[in-house]
Every structure is written in C-alpha cells, then in structure tokens.
Nanobody, 121 residues
Framework: VQLQASGGGLVQAGGSLRLSCAAL????????MGWFRQTPGTERELVTS????????YYADSVKGRFTISRDNAKTTVYLQMNSLKPEDTAVYYC???????????????WGRGTLVTVSS
C-alpha cells in the first residue's frame, strides 16, 4: 500500500491542524488505518487507529478528547483532526495501514512518509 501524508506544519499551542493520508490501493476497506508519531530518541508510538468500518477506534490517552481520526473509503483517505494542540504533540507523524486482523506489529504494515507537526508554546 502506498500512503501519501500531508498537512503538517507549525501551529501555536491551542491551535488545530488536520493531517490527511491518501492510500493508493484498490481494497482500502481491507485495511485498518492509523497514525503514529515519533520524536528524536524515542520509539514510534501509535496515536490513533480506525478499523475498516470507520467505527472501531483507538486513541492514546495523551490525545483522547483532542484528536479525531476519520476515513473516507470512497476517497481512500484517512484524516487526523488535531485540536487543542500542545507543545508535547510536536513530532513527526506517520500514516500507517495494516490488513484487517493483522494488528499494528504486522510485517504487512505499510508506512507513509512522515509529516512534521510543530507546536509552539
């Protein structure tokens, strides 16, 4: 699966950004989609994910109530709406896709190029 992420940038604390990730795949609804983030010297962490049906989701505690993941299967695109951003949200954000049922540690997981989000205080 080829993934093309966009939407990162610089924003002040309290502001909002929306990331998009377009998937070049015929069977988009055969994949769960997720967003990871990584800062220098740390492991990439799963921030949020959404199953193929757009109903079953997961959010890391650090972003609950502030971030929303959504997907448009017709456009084969997943979105991450980030509100009330904090300086600690600063990271490179990666879009990821994994076949339904495979989990986020699967060798079949696909990554998009990262997009940098910088939140200034």
């Amino acid at each position: 699966v080829q993934l093309q992420a966009s939407g990162g940038g610089l924003v002040q604390a309290g502001g909002s950004l929306r990331l998009s990730c377009a998937a070049l795949v015929r069977t988009f609804n055969g994949y769960a989609m997720g967003w990871f983030r990584q800062t220098p010297g740390t492991e990439r962490e799963l921030v949020t994910s959404l199953d193929w049906n757009g109903v079953d989701s997961y959010y890391a505690d650090s972003v609950k109530g502030r971030f929303t993941i959504s997907r448009d299967n017709a456009k084969t695109t997943v979105y991450l709406q980030m509100n009330s951003l904090k300086p600690e949200d600063t990271a490179v954000y990666y879009c990821a896709a994994t076949p339904v049922g495979s989990g986020w540690t699967s060798q079949r997981l696909s990554w998009g190029r990262g997009t940098l989000v910088t939140v200034s205080s």
